[in-house]
């Protein structure tokens, strides 16, 4: 079964920095990969996915991840932090059947002033 | 207009109760969903539904069960509650079909157990 480590529970950046959260996956076939996010008291929002086409991908709100499958990484980036990122991510991987979506344990941001 | 609308946002119940959680879609999607997310934000798929056909159902205890009158509702009832339900209940949709497809997710049930 496919399964998803997000390395770093927590991540703490200043803004105007660089974002860089990880995630990395095992999977048997080429994967589906995704990157949600979670702000406080709501669901969980797309940002962007991978779904085998251009490797590296770009989601919104000035997110992009980059698919490498030597590393069976899917890193999430952002070059520039703002305030309002502040929030949980979190990375996920699509069963081959495609029925569901199995989660990593979520990377909290923060961002300091 | 939301696209995954899930009632109440907050239920606070004692042990022993019976409750739902009401969940409806208007994305014309035919997969429906139920995830927990535990108190250390952990996500776990708890069931699936098809068209109204049950397509996935996790180790999750038979007190759980869900309903699809129709493929844009799936509620969720929840018999003789336990300390342990206590945990925010997302529902969420898909395209079906369509691997890949992202999951739309509703702002979730916080389901307190007393």
């Known amino acids: 079964a496919q399964s998803v480590t997000q390395l770093g529970s927590h991540v703490s950046v200043s803004e105007g920095a660089l974002v860089l959260l990880r995630c990395n996956y095992s999977s048997s076939v080429p994967p589906y990969l995704f990157w949600y996010v979670q702000y406080p008291n709501q669901g969980l929002q797309l940002l962007l996915k991978y779904t085998s086409a251009a490797t590296l991908v770009k989601g919104i709100n000035g997110f992009e991840a980059e698919f490498k499958k030597s590393e069976t990484s899917f890193h999430l980036t952002k070059p520039s932090a703002h305030m309002s990122d502040a929030a949980e991510y979190f990375c996920a991987v699509s069963e081959i059947d495609g029925n569901k979506l199995v989660f990593g344990a979520g990377t909290i941001l923060r961002v300091k002033s | 207009d939301t696209a995954v609308s899930q009632t109440p946002k907050y239920l606070v119940t004692q042990m022993g109760n019976d409750k739902s959680i009401k969940c409806e879609q208007n994305l014309g999607h035919d997969t429906m969903y139920w995830y927990k997310q535990d108190s250390k934000k952990f996500l776990k798929i708890m069931f699936s539904y098809n068209n109204k056909e049950l397509i996935i159902n996790e180790t999750v205890p038979n007190r759980f069960s869900p309903k699809s009158p129709d493929k844009a509702h799936l509620n969720l009832h929840i018999n003789s509650l336990e300390l342990g339900d206590s945990a925010v209940y997302f529902c969420?949709?898909?395209?079906?079909?369509?691997?890949?497809?992202?999951?739309?997710f509703g702002n979730g049930t916080r389901l307190t157990v007393t």
């Open positions: 969420a949709s898909s395209q079906q079909g369509a691997l890949g497809s992202p999951l739309h």
